[in-house]
């Protein structure tokens, strides 16, 4: 079930489709198994396919015609609040896995701006939703993944000492660690005391690193006023 809802949830974050290469590298498991579990969702019409690329097929309209509004539809308006105010690419994103899926963007109307993608995996130096569910772990889970991923012993240290840090404030900050050029501050949004998603808005390090307490602040109000329809 937990491959299953990797592939939904990577083509809800897709619109154009995802290639069965894709969704492969996206489970980290082999064609053979991807290819049967697709094959499975187009045919009871949870997926559709055109072309070689996959997206959601018209079963999952009845599934959320029935749902309650989702974590999207909640943090839509205070992303956009979030993005009069300061003019840099907002975010929303959930760890599927080991993947982190970009539910929701608006991107900076300036002309040199963070544009992220659809999904992405875990690398080096992970990103500040990255580090918001790297914080969720037990002890034991966080000493295993980072000693399985971080190939630095300093860096492991520096990693488990920040993510110490990120759990006891609640929010996460990426100053270049990703990328040289990109920095970022991260909140998470929680449901009955879950973490369901990260709201963050990053940019360009020069624009962004002075603002970056300001930020921080306004996401936590953000994530209160989401926070509070998901209870």
Wanted: glycine share 6%; charged share 25%.
């Amino acid at each position: 079930m937990t491959r299953v809802a990797a592939i939904l949830e990577a083509a809800a974050a897709a619109p154009d489709g995802l290639r069965l290469g894709t969704l492969r590298e996206l489970l980290n498991a082999p064609k053979s198994s991807v290819h049967g579990l697709v094959k499975g969702l187009v045919a009871v019409g949870y997926l559709a396919e055109q072309d070689g690329r996959y997206t959601l097929g018209p079963a999952m309209a009845t599934v959320a015609a029935a749902a309650r509004p989702t974590v999207v539809d909640m943090a839509r308006a205070p992303m956009e609040k979030l993005h009069r105010q300061f003019d840099e690419t907002v975010m929303l994103g959930s760890m599927t896995g080991e993947t982190l899926v970009y539910l929701d963007t608006i991107e900076s109307t300036q002309a040199i701006r963070y544009s992220p993608p659809k999904v992405r995996r875990h690398f080096e130096n992970p990103s500040a939703m990255m580090k918001l569910h790297l914080a969720e772990r037990t002890p034991e889970q966080l000493d295993d993944y980072l000693l399985a991923r971080i190939s630095v012993p300093q860096r492991r240290k520096e990693l488990s000492a920040e993510l110490a840090a990120v759990r006891e404030r609640g929010v996460a900050f990426n100053r270049g660690d990703t990328f040289p050029d990109l920095s970022a501050a991260a909140i998470g949004l929680t449901e009955r005391g879950k973490l369901v998603a990260c709201i963050a808005v990053g940019g360009p390090s020069p624009r962004v690193n002075p603002l970056l307490d300001e930020i921080a602040a306004a996401l936590s109000e953000a994530a209160a006023e989401i926070s509070q329809h998901l209870t």
